[in-house]
């Protein structure tokens, strides 16, 4: 029997991601927005989350879409209704609001699943394979995106606790933790900030590998036409390249698969089956990454950027 799910924040990423996923699903059904300012047709909708928790207590299960600075007191009373909750990246504005969720669903026995939808990306699970039975020397991560392309007119992420760049480089540190056969730390970065903002518009990142290979990420959210989702891997005698966000995979040079976008199909499949079996699934070691290049990394001011 299908789930029935309450979507909160009808804004870009719900529009194209969220509603589109649940309406394809058999696992979920649709069964109330709660937005101030959209509606979403054939279903309940309510401008507070108040309203939707009291008048829809059959509803078992609410993803929160808003960005991250508003989403702890929507998860919180949530859970304290005793509904399971799904986030979209980054899950808060803080790890310790994290936390706090996490140990709030814990004590309320409801699920709480801190998604990242690039680790659903098709050849993610390949990748990790592929490099967990290999000496890896070096591996090379290029983020490059357009800011106005996909996020046109969203003032919050120039703001801070926006995370700026970090907001698509933290999928490509997502993909990152998944795949890499062990921990890595950040041990230098420097982050480029305009001057009419309060967060970086680019980053340059170095890690430590306790396995001794050399781990850069750039990450810039100024690249306009096509765009670059990559994640390079070498050996001493092979290479594999993780390309569109992790729809492709390249060995040694020659296409190996190819499939499109399935994130956010994955990430409602997987979110029915944690509330089926009573589990939660919250990883923030992305999110303490990005932390930890706002703690170590050197600020350096760029031209203002108007979006």
């Not at 909750?85 to 309320?108: F, I, N, W, Y």
């Not at 781990?215 to 990559?230: A, H, K, N």
Request: hydrophobic letters at 45%; a negative charge; proline letters at 6%.
């Amino acid at each position: 029997m299908a789930l029935q799910i309450a979507l909160v924040s009808i804004g870009k990423i719900a529009r194209d991601q969220h509603i589109p996923a649940i309406s394809e699903s058999p696992d979920w059904t649709l069964a109330a927005a709660v937005s101030r300012n959209a509606k979403v047709e054939g279903v309940q909708n309510f401008a507070e989350m108040s309203d939707m928790l009291a008048q829809c207590p059959e509803i078992p299960v609410v993803s929160l879409c808003m960005p991250p600075a508003a989403r702890f007191d929507y998860a919180a009373a949530a859970i304290d209704a005793g509904r399971h909750v799904m986030l979209e990246k980054p899950p808060g504005a803080t790890l310790s609001e994290c936390h706090e969720l996490r140990r709030m669903a814990e004590q309320k026995g409801v699920t709480l699943f801190a998604t990242w939808h690039s680790r659903f990306a098709a050849q993610v699970p390949a990748a990790k394979e592929w490099m967990r039975e290999r000496s890896i020397r070096k591996v090379t991560v290029t983020w490059k995106e357009d800011v106005r392309r996909w996020h046109p007119g969203q003032d919050w992420i120039w703001k801070s606790g926006g995370l700026g760049v970090f907001d698509p480089g933290i999928n490509a540190l997502s993909i990152l933790t998944e795949i890499m056969p062990r921990a890595v730390f950040i041990k230098h970065a420097t982050l480029e900030f305009p001057m009419n903002s309060e967060t970086p518009i680019a980053a340059e990142l170095q890690f430590a590998d306790p396995g001794g290979a050399a781990i850069s990420m750039i990450l810039d959210w100024r690249q306009e036409g096509p765009q670059t989702w990559d994640i390079l891997v070498e050996t001493d005698s092979e290479t594999m390249l993780l390309s569109d966000g992790g729809a492709t995979l390249t060995l040694n040079g020659k296409l190996a698969a190819q499939k499109p976008d399935q994130e956010y199909a994955a990430l409602y499949a997987r979110m029915a089956d944690l509330v089926r079996s009573k589990k939660s699934d919250v990883d923030l070691s992305p999110m303490t990454h990005v932390a930890d290049a706002f703690m170590l990394g050197q600020r350096r001011e760029t031209e203002a950027f108007h979006w």
